[in-house]
């Protein structure tokens, strides 16, 4: 694989929030030029704020897929080649199976998943135009075991892990490493919204995570750093687990 020198450009989808915020944090931390992905404008800006020249914020709903090559055109064209990409967007919804529509899980689909391979395929023609490059995609504990109320959730979490063998397999001899990161309960406003006033499922997460806490945002920048760059540069298909144990828990 042709390694890149120079300066790296990133692009993190879902970057100015949770998880996502603090992989931009690790990347920035690390020299690398990293554009945001959001739909809120306000939580764009207050990234940029915060992390300042090397954070591009760019405003788009990625569930619009017909709207991404020309947006991966944009990236390219205006900060050069991408080395990079961590598919970290994804929404969830808490929701009895029987209660979920036709519409909620295709719109859970459409963001977790679609987006997912459309932004892949649009930037893996990039990377592999300029030689390589290392893509980080997001899953979760929905993938690994039975969660209840996240139907939805579950299948799209499901895909990306069964996407990232797909896609390493093909993009590897290409000189683009695919990797995935399946977090365990991490501190942010997505698992708030899942745990917070559910007290019996925080506790059931808790007992069964041999480290005993919810993670922070930074673990998973951490891991996802590591994957990006010549430190794993002969890793790729792997499910990392960022989880505490909580996946091998009792
Ligand atoms: P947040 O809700 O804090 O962040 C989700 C991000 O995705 C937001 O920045 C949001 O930006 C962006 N996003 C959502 N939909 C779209 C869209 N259509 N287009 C563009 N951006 C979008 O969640 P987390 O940080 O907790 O989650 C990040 C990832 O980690 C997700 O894939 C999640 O499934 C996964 N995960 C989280 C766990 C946890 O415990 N927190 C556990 C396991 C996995 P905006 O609102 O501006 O559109």
Redesign the pocket.
């Known amino acids: 694989m042709k390694i890149l020198k120079q300066n790296k450009t990133a692009i993190v989808?879902?970057?100015?929030?949770?998880?996502?915020?603090a992989i931009t944090e690790k990347f920035i931390g690390a020299n690398i030029q990293t554009v945001i992905?959001?739909?809120?404008q306000q939580?764009?800006k207050k990234a940029k704020d915060k992390f300042g020249k090397l954070c591009i914020p760019m405003a788009?709903?990625?569930?619009e897929t017909g709207r991404i090559p020309d947006l991966v055109e944009e990236i390219e064209s205006k900060y050069g080649g991408i080395n990079i990409l961590v598919n970290?967007?994804?929404?969830?919804l808490k929701k009895d199976f029987l209660t979920v529509s036709d519409e909620e899980f295709q719109q859970i689909l459409q963001?977790?998943v679609a987006?997912v391979f459309t932004l892949s395929r649009e930037v893996s023609k990039k990377m592999i135009h300029q030689g390589g490059g290392s893509i980080i995609n997001?899953?979760?504990?929905?993938a690994v075991y039975g969660l209840p109320k996240v139907i939805a959730?579950t299948a799209s979490?499901a895909a990306i892990e069964g996407m990232t063998r797909a896609m390493a397999v093909e993009l590897s001899p290409k000189g683009i490493r695919v990797n995935c990161i399946?977090?365990?309960?991490?501190?942010?406003?997505?698992?708030a919204k899942?745990l917070n006033g559910d007290k019996e499922r925080l506790q059931k997460v808790l007992s069964r995570t041999p480290m005993g806490e919810?993670?922070k945002?930074g673990d998973?920048g951490d891991a996802a750093l590591f994957l990006a760059l010549e430190s794993a540069k002969y890793i790729t298909g792997v499910i990392l687990p960022v989880d505490g144990g909580n996946s091998i828990g009792f």
């Open positions: 989808t879902g970057g100015a929030s949770g998880i996502g915020w992905i959001g739909r809120d939580k764009l788009c709903d990625l569930s970290n967007a994804g929404i969830n963001t977790n987006a997001i899953s979760s504990m929905a959730y979490k399946a977090p365990g309960f991490i501190s942010t406003d997505m698992s899942a919810l993670g945002p998973v």
